[in-house]
């Protein structure tokens, strides 16, 4: 199946307004604007703060008359910290909205710093499941969502994930009303993007789609969400991978490895990684509550972690649900049979480690790993029962 035609830009609405297409973040300034708002503050990483890109979104945004302020104080894993200091940094700079950049981290934190700026009372009293929550009903800062790894999505979810800064116990927050009033998907950021960061990223989409589709609640609408994304994923990611470990002067313009090629690719897997994040609103899985407990107790990036366990986790529900791997391969064209065979070459294709041992992870630390994996309420909506030995099996087998 050939990739998706590029448009000049395209908006849908599921049902966050989103912009896509190359080169739309040169719209955010005028969208500002139009909404009567001129001082953003500019949620990113540390990562990302230092890179041309941000530079030139903040002369774009000051071109079109607005004053951005930068807020960047964090890295990979989000905490509480770093939202308390993100609604700081608003309220010094005297800021009327947000514009969340980045990955999952910024976007997550810059949906609860907008819950904060008006809301009492301690971030954690929002908790997913909390009976007790107080209601999310103060004005929330207009906010947008700027996506520049094709990974977790968050640009159209409702929930963030933050994380105790003493414990790494992760904590879920969620609201309908976290979901940004407009994303712009905008390919071009992700041009760039590194290898491993592509690889990482890209599983983590990969997870979503597949935890989605795999998970046992009724949702017709995200199973065939999942299923198109899941096809994307196949068609693209080792595409963009193998682009990103090219130097720039071995791409032309056109071709097969050229960079039209290139942007089609990256603009596949932004929008499956898009689509991941619409669809696990059916429910996720097993796979998540161990990169859960990996990021917790090991300080793993997310997407990595999901990527590491995927094919002991996919191998565990195969053996539950084989007729759904088989609508899987079928939409992803796959030979019938071979999704784990397809797995572990696309995991040792995109140069992703073996076994958890290449990253730290020690046999010592099961134990831990198993005990904050099975508090994780992910593998609740499982395809099939989740208990302490076969995480604990998942884990030994992913450490090889």
């Not at 774009?60 to 989000?78: A, C, K, R």
């Given at each position: ?26 719209e955010?300034?005028s ?8 001082r ?70 810059a ?86 960061i ?56 056109e ?29 996720l ?18 997407g ?46 995109l ?43 998942m ?6």
């Amino acid at each position: 199946m050939s990739m998706l035609d590029l448009p000049d830009s395209v908006t849908f609405n599921f049902p966050t307004p989103i912009l896509f297409g190359l080169g739309v973040r040169r719209e955010i300034g005028s969208y500002l604007k139009e909404n009567g708002l001129s001082r953003p503050l500019i949620v990113t990483d540390e990562g990302i703060a230092p890179l041309p890109m941000l530079h030139d979104l903040k002369v774009l945004l000051e071109g079109d008359g607005l004053e951005p302020q930068v807020f960047s104080d964090m890295g990979g894993n989000p905490v509480k910290t770093h939202v308390t200091k993100g609604v700081d940094a608003y309220r010094a700079g005297n800021c009327d909205s947000i514009i969340a950049v980045g990955g999952g981290a910024p976007l997550d934190v810059a949906k609860v710093v907008g819950l904060m700026i008006h809301h009492p009372g301690d971030l954690y009293d929002y908790e997913d499941g909390n009976p007790d929550a107080p209601p999310v009903d103060q004005h929330m800062p207009l906010l947008v969502a700027v996506p520049t790894t094709a990974g977790t999505g968050s640009e159209v979810g409702r929930s963030s994930v933050i994380s105790e800064d003493d414990t790494g116990v992760k904590r879920i927050i969620f609201s309908p009303r976290l979901m940004p009033a407009k994303v712009f998907a905008d390919p071009e950021l992700t041009l760039g993007l590194p290898a491993k960061i592509t690889a990482a990223t890209g599983l983590d989409a990969l997870t979503h789609l597949l935890e989605a589709y795999l998970s046992n609640g009724y949702h017709p609408m995200c199973d065939g969400i999942a299923l198109e994304g899941i096809r994307m994923v196949h068609d693209s990611l080792k595409q963009c991978v193998d682009f990103a470990m090219l130097d720039e002067d071995e791409l032309d313009i056109e071709g097969e490895m050229g960079l039209e090629a290139h942007a089609r690719a990256r603009s596949e897997m932004l929008l499956a990684a898009l689509m991941g994040a619409v669809a696990f609103q059916k429910g996720l899985g097993v796979n998540h509550s161990c990169a859960h407990a990996l990021s917790t107790v090991c300080d793993m990036h997310h997407g990595l972690a999901n990527a590491m366990m995927l094919p002991f986790c996919m191998d565990f529900n195969e053996r539950a649900v084989p007729e759904k791997f088989r609508k899987i391969e079928q939409a992803a064209g796959i030979p019938d049979g071979q999704f784990a065979v397809w797995l572990r070459h696309l995991k040792g294709d995109l140069g992703v480690p073996e076994g958890l041992c290449q990253l730290g992870v020690t046999e010592e630390m099961v134990d831990e790993l198993v005990a904050v994996a099975m508090k994780d309420p992910c593998h609740q909506s499982n395809p099939c029962p989740v208990t302490e030995d076969d995480f604990r099996n998942m884990f030994i087998l992913a450490l090889e």
